[in-house]
């Protein structure tokens, strides 16, 4: 039980982690997009696709390991 603690606490990282990196890249894909270069538009572009993906996944395991620890899953 507690190995699925330990996964619980990084899972519930990621998704902080995955949220802001969204929250930073769409940011600087649009509202920042004209003080930037287009390399770092198309890495900013990039990034969000690559941080949506992280929120999915990472809560995805927050649901399986709230799940293996009998904790109510919403």
Do not use: D
Not at 1 to 15: D, F, P, Q, S, T
């Amino acid at each position: 039980m507690w190995l699925y603690e330990k996964w619980l606490a990084r899972a519930n990282a990621g998704v902080l982690v995955s949220v802001l990196g969204l929250l930073v890249t769409i940011a600087l894909a649009y509202p920042l997009a004209a003080r930037l270069p287009m390399a770092i538009q198309v890495m900013a572009h990039m990034g969000t696709l690559i941080f949506a993906v992280g929120v999915k996944i990472a809560y995805v395991a927050r649901l399986a390991f709230l799940s293996k620890l009998g904790r109510p899953v919403h």
